[in-house]
Protein backbone atom coordinates (compact mmCIF):
# COMPACT_ATOMS: atom_id res chain seq x y z
CA UNK A 1 0.00 0.00 0.00
CA UNK A 2 1.38 3.35 -1.07
CA UNK A 3 1.83 6.48 1.92
CA UNK A 4 -1.03 8.14 -0.53
CA UNK A 5 -3.37 5.39 0.00
CA UNK A 6 -6.65 5.70 1.72
CA UNK A 7 -8.94 3.59 3.95
CA UNK A 8 -12.06 4.44 3.01
CA UNK A 9 -15.45 3.26 5.22
CA UNK A 10 -18.69 2.42 4.32
CA UNK A 11 -20.67 3.57 6.73
CA UNK A 12 -23.67 1.15 5.87
CA UNK A 13 -21.44 -1.46 5.94
CA UNK A 14 -20.17 -0.49 9.60
CA UNK A 15 -24.02 -0.78 10.32
CA UNK A 16 -24.51 -3.89 8.76
CA UNK A 17 -21.93 -5.55 11.08
CA UNK A 18 -23.23 -3.48 14.69
CA UNK A 19 -26.64 -4.94 13.25
CA UNK A 20 -25.27 -8.40 12.42
CA UNK A 21 -23.70 -9.04 15.58
CA UNK A 22 -25.48 -6.75 18.03
CA UNK A 23 -26.63 -9.12 20.72
CA UNK A 24 -22.74 -10.06 20.94
CA UNK A 25 -21.60 -6.17 21.30
CA UNK A 26 -24.32 -5.89 23.65
CA UNK A 27 -23.14 -8.57 25.94
CA UNK A 28 -19.72 -7.13 25.75
CA UNK A 29 -20.48 -3.95 27.44
CA UNK A 30 -22.85 -5.22 29.86
CA UNK A 31 -19.86 -7.67 31.05
CA UNK A 32 -17.40 -5.06 31.19
CA UNK A 33 -20.06 -2.82 32.84
CA UNK A 34 -20.82 -5.49 35.40
CA UNK A 35 -17.38 -6.68 36.13
CA UNK A 36 -16.11 -3.05 36.53
CA UNK A 37 -19.39 -2.46 39.34
CA UNK A 38 -18.42 -5.86 41.31
CA UNK A 39 -14.52 -5.73 41.36
CA UNK A 40 -15.75 -1.84 42.59
CA UNK A 41 -17.90 -3.23 45.29
CA UNK A 42 -16.25 -6.34 46.64
CA UNK A 43 -12.64 -5.89 45.68
CA UNK A 44 -11.78 -2.48 46.09
CA UNK A 45 -11.17 -1.26 49.58
CA UNK A 46 -13.88 1.32 50.68
CA UNK A 47 -12.22 4.70 51.91
CA UNK A 48 -13.89 7.44 54.03
CA UNK A 49 -13.31 10.89 54.04
CA UNK A 50 -13.69 13.36 57.66
CA UNK A 51 -13.43 17.28 57.42
CA UNK A 52 -12.99 19.49 59.92
CA UNK A 53 -12.57 23.48 59.18
CA UNK A 54 -10.53 26.11 60.73
CA UNK A 55 -10.41 30.07 60.63
CA UNK A 56 -7.33 31.86 61.57
CA UNK A 57 -6.92 35.55 62.30
CA UNK A 58 -3.39 37.19 63.29
CA UNK A 59 -4.44 40.20 64.64
CA UNK A 60 -2.49 43.20 64.29
CA UNK A 61 -3.07 44.25 68.04
CA UNK A 62 -3.69 41.30 70.39
CA UNK A 63 -5.42 43.28 73.09
CA UNK A 64 -7.72 44.60 70.63
CA UNK A 65 -11.11 42.89 70.73
CA UNK A 66 -11.57 44.34 66.93
CA UNK A 67 -10.54 42.44 63.85
CA UNK A 68 -9.32 44.99 61.45
CA UNK A 69 -9.50 44.85 57.60
CA UNK A 70 -6.24 44.48 57.59
CA UNK A 71 -5.74 41.81 60.01
CA UNK A 72 -8.00 39.89 57.45
CA UNK A 73 -6.15 40.80 54.29
CA UNK A 74 -2.84 39.83 56.52
CA UNK A 75 -4.60 36.38 57.61
CA UNK A 76 -5.75 35.70 53.92
CA UNK A 77 -2.34 36.26 52.58
CA UNK A 78 -0.81 33.67 55.64
CA UNK A 79 -3.59 30.99 54.30
CA UNK A 80 -0.78 28.87 52.67
CA UNK A 81 1.88 29.21 55.49
CA UNK A 82 -0.81 27.56 57.81
CA UNK A 83 -1.24 24.76 55.37
CA UNK A 84 2.57 24.07 54.78
CA UNK A 85 2.59 23.89 58.75
CA UNK A 86 -0.32 21.22 59.20
CA UNK A 87 1.02 18.94 56.74
CA UNK A 88 5.04 19.58 57.99
CA UNK A 89 6.46 16.64 60.59
CA UNK A 90 6.42 19.01 63.26
CA UNK A 91 2.36 18.38 63.17
CA UNK A 92 2.21 14.67 61.75
CA UNK A 93 4.99 13.28 64.49
CA UNK A 94 3.11 14.75 67.43
CA UNK A 95 -0.28 13.05 65.69
CA UNK A 96 1.26 9.94 64.99
CA UNK A 97 2.72 9.60 68.27
CA UNK A 98 -0.54 10.46 70.73
CA UNK A 99 -2.39 8.57 68.33
CA UNK A 100 -0.37 5.39 68.38
CA UNK A 101 -0.07 5.45 64.55
CA UNK A 102 2.63 2.43 64.22
CA UNK A 103 1.90 1.41 60.76
CA UNK A 104 1.78 5.15 59.68
CA UNK A 105 4.61 7.50 58.48
CA UNK A 106 5.69 11.20 57.77
CA UNK A 107 4.75 9.96 53.91
CA UNK A 108 1.76 8.39 54.27
CA UNK A 109 -0.08 10.98 56.67
CA UNK A 110 0.87 13.92 53.79
CA UNK A 111 -1.20 10.89 51.52
CA UNK A 112 -4.03 10.58 53.67
CA UNK A 113 -3.70 14.23 54.59
CA UNK A 114 -5.38 17.10 52.44
CA UNK A 115 -5.36 20.75 53.32
CA UNK A 116 -6.75 23.15 51.10
CA UNK A 117 -8.31 26.84 52.06
CA UNK A 118 -11.62 28.01 50.47
CA UNK A 119 -10.34 31.00 47.91
CA UNK A 120 -10.39 34.48 49.84
CA UNK A 121 -10.97 33.61 53.20
CA UNK A 122 -9.02 32.34 56.22
CA UNK A 123 -10.72 28.87 55.95
CA UNK A 124 -8.29 26.05 55.98
CA UNK A 125 -9.97 22.46 55.53
CA UNK A 126 -8.53 19.65 56.82
CA UNK A 127 -9.62 16.20 54.85
CA UNK A 128 -8.57 12.33 55.99
CA UNK A 129 -9.04 9.78 54.12
CA UNK A 130 -9.04 6.38 55.62
CA UNK A 131 -10.34 3.04 55.26
CA UNK A 132 -11.75 3.04 58.81
CA UNK A 133 -14.60 5.68 59.07
CA UNK A 134 -13.53 6.48 62.87
CA UNK A 135 -9.87 6.84 62.27
CA UNK A 136 -10.35 9.11 59.70
CA UNK A 137 -12.62 11.68 62.12
CA UNK A 138 -10.04 11.28 64.89
CA UNK A 139 -7.08 11.63 63.30
CA UNK A 140 -8.68 15.24 61.52
CA UNK A 141 -9.63 16.47 64.88
CA UNK A 142 -6.19 15.53 66.12
CA UNK A 143 -4.42 17.60 63.39
CA UNK A 144 -6.24 20.54 64.06
CA UNK A 145 -5.92 20.03 67.98
CA UNK A 146 -2.11 19.56 67.97
CA UNK A 147 -1.90 22.47 65.21
CA UNK A 148 -3.61 24.97 67.83
CA UNK A 149 -1.12 23.84 70.65
CA UNK A 150 1.83 24.47 68.51
CA UNK A 151 0.97 27.26 65.97
CA UNK A 152 1.35 30.18 69.08
CA UNK A 153 5.11 29.01 69.36
CA UNK A 154 6.01 28.44 65.70
CA UNK A 155 4.05 32.06 64.37
CA UNK A 156 2.50 33.29 67.97
CA UNK A 157 -1.24 32.91 66.89
CA UNK A 158 -3.53 32.60 69.08
CA UNK A 159 -7.01 33.13 67.63
CA UNK A 160 -7.58 29.63 65.97
CA UNK A 161 -10.92 28.87 65.68
CA UNK A 162 -12.70 25.47 64.76
CA UNK A 163 -15.37 26.05 63.20
CA UNK A 164 -16.77 22.41 62.74
CA UNK A 165 -15.10 19.15 64.04
CA UNK A 166 -15.08 16.05 61.81
CA UNK A 167 -17.41 13.70 62.48
CA UNK A 168 -17.53 9.93 61.52
CA UNK A 169 -18.47 9.66 57.87
CA UNK A 170 -21.28 7.39 57.36
CA UNK A 171 -20.89 7.28 53.70
CA UNK A 172 -17.56 5.97 51.31
CA UNK A 173 -15.96 8.84 49.56
CA UNK A 174 -14.39 6.28 46.97
CA UNK A 175 -14.15 4.21 44.68
CA UNK A 176 -16.88 5.89 43.28
CA UNK A 177 -18.96 2.57 41.35
CA UNK A 178 -20.90 4.84 38.85
CA UNK A 179 -17.93 6.02 37.53
CA UNK A 180 -16.29 3.04 37.52
CA UNK A 181 -19.41 1.32 35.61
CA UNK A 182 -18.87 4.11 33.59
CA UNK A 183 -15.42 3.55 32.58
CA UNK A 184 -16.63 -0.07 32.25
CA UNK A 185 -18.87 0.79 29.78
CA UNK A 186 -16.95 2.85 27.95
CA UNK A 187 -14.47 -0.15 27.50
CA UNK A 188 -16.71 -2.53 26.08
CA UNK A 189 -17.56 0.17 23.58
CA UNK A 190 -13.97 0.30 23.07
CA UNK A 191 -13.64 -3.24 22.63
CA UNK A 192 -16.81 -3.31 20.12
CA UNK A 193 -15.23 -0.82 17.89
CA UNK A 194 -12.19 -2.83 17.61
CA UNK A 195 -14.00 -5.60 16.92
CA UNK A 196 -15.90 -3.70 13.89
CA UNK A 197 -12.88 -2.45 12.74
CA UNK A 198 -11.34 -5.84 12.11
CA UNK A 199 -14.05 -7.58 10.79
CA UNK A 200 -14.11 -4.14 8.00
CA UNK A 201 -10.57 -4.90 7.12
CA UNK A 202 -10.79 -8.77 6.64
CA UNK A 203 -14.30 -8.30 4.78
CA UNK A 204 -13.36 -9.58 1.54
CA UNK A 205 -16.77 -9.77 -0.29
CA UNK A 206 -17.58 -7.41 -2.97
CA UNK A 207 -21.10 -6.10 -2.93
CA UNK A 208 -21.38 -3.35 -5.75
CA UNK A 209 -19.87 -2.61 -9.32
CA UNK A 210 -17.85 0.07 -7.71
CA UNK A 211 -16.01 -1.81 -5.45
CA UNK A 212 -14.96 -4.29 -8.14
CA UNK A 213 -14.04 -1.87 -10.79
CA UNK A 214 -12.02 -0.32 -7.77
CA UNK A 215 -10.59 -3.48 -7.27
CA UNK A 216 -9.75 -5.36 -10.38
CA UNK A 217 -9.74 -1.51 -12.77
CA UNK A 218 -11.31 -3.33 -15.54
CA UNK A 219 -14.76 -2.01 -17.47
CA UNK A 220 -17.77 -3.87 -16.70
CA UNK A 221 -19.40 -5.42 -19.69
CA UNK A 222 -22.60 -6.84 -17.78
CA UNK A 223 -24.27 -7.68 -14.98
CA UNK A 224 -26.06 -10.70 -13.56
CA UNK A 225 -29.37 -9.61 -12.17
CA UNK A 226 -30.58 -11.90 -9.38
CA UNK A 227 -33.80 -13.51 -9.48
CA UNK A 228 -35.32 -13.55 -6.21
CA UNK A 229 -34.79 -10.12 -5.57
CA UNK A 230 -38.25 -9.44 -6.45
CA UNK A 231 -39.40 -12.30 -3.68
CA UNK A 232 -41.16 -14.48 -5.93
CA UNK A 233 -40.46 -18.31 -5.49
Same mark, same amino acid.
Given at each position: ??????? #???????????????????????????????? =???????????????????????????????????????????? #???????????????????????? *?????????????? #??????? =???????????? !???????????????????? =????????? #??????????????????????? *????????????????????????????? *?????? !??????
Amino acid at each position: MNENDEI #EIDLSRVFEIIKKHFKLFALIILATSAVAALV =TLFLIPKKYTAETKLIIVQKSNPDSQQISYNDLQTSQKLVNTYS #EILKSEAISDEVIQNLKLDDLDTE *GYQKIVKISSVKDT #EVITVAV =TSKDSKEAATIA !NEVVRVFQDKIYSIMNIENV =TVLNSAKVP #EKKSSPSTMRNTLVGFLLGCVID *GCIVVYLLLNDRNIRTEEEMKQIFDYPII *GLIPDM !NAGGTE
